[in-house]
């Protein structure tokens, strides 16, 4: 299976961009968030008996991550892990990451990454997007 996933990224990354990436939480943050939504009648659907069995099972998760990591890890596509205790501030990293990513193949193919002063938006002299964003999941204070 692992073969199959190098073959697949190598063949992509040649003619276009393969993005991997995983979010993580930590077993305390999932716990909290099952609890959360436990409690929730509005949100107590999305939480399944076999989240709490999957839950039991997390260590064998992460060993399989830790091995699928290291054997489709190269340089042309790299996996990227990214915090996601804060849902917001993961959301906005996941987005950054992307961006960083398709630039970095934009520079691999010979095209130019342009600027942001060389781009014709509206917003570019505006606080970037995740200076403004919250890292709690309240609504902002109005």
């Given at each position: 299976?692992?073969?199959?996933?190098?073959?697949?990224?190598?063949?992509?990354?040649?003619?276009?961009?393969?993005?991997?990436?995983?979010?993580?939480?930590?077993d305390?943050?999932?716990?909290?968030?099952?609890?959360?939504?436990?409690a929730?009648?509005l949100?107590?659907?999305?939480?399944?008996?076999?989240?709490?069995?999957?839950?039991?099972?997390?260590?064998?998760?992460?060993?399989?991550?830790?091995?699928?990591?290291?054997?489709?890890?190269?340089?042309?596509?790299?996996?990227?892990?990214?915090?996601?205790?804060?849902?917001?501030?993961?959301?906005?990293?996941?987005?950054?990451?992307v961006?960083?990513?398709?630039?970095?193949?934009?520079?691999?193919?010979?095209?130019?990454?342009?600027?942001?002063?060389?781009?014709?938006?509206?917003?570019?002299?505006?606080?970037?997007?995740?200076?403004?964003?919250?890292?709690?999941?309240?609504?902002?204070?109005?």
């Open positions: 299976m692992f073969l199959e996933v190098n073959k697949a990224a190598q063949t992509l990354v040649k003619t276009e961009l393969a993005l991997k990436y995983r979010l993580h939480i930590s305390d943050e999932q716990l909290r968030r099952f609890e959360e939504r436990r929730d009648p949100k107590r659907w999305k939480l399944t008996d076999e989240d709490w069995r999957n839950r039991e099972r997390n260590r064998e998760y992460e060993a399989a991550a830790e091995d699928m990591f290291a054997r489709t890890e190269h340089d042309l596509a790299p996996w990227d892990v990214l915090a996601g205790e804060h849902k917001k501030l993961a959301r906005v990293t996941a987005v950054e990451t961006n960083r990513r398709i630039e970095e193949g934009m520079l691999r193919w010979g095209t130019t990454v342009p600027s942001i002063e060389e781009l014709d938006v509206s917003f570019a002299d505006e606080v970037s997007f995740a200076d403004r964003v919250s890292l709690t999941d309240e609504p902002p204070a109005t």
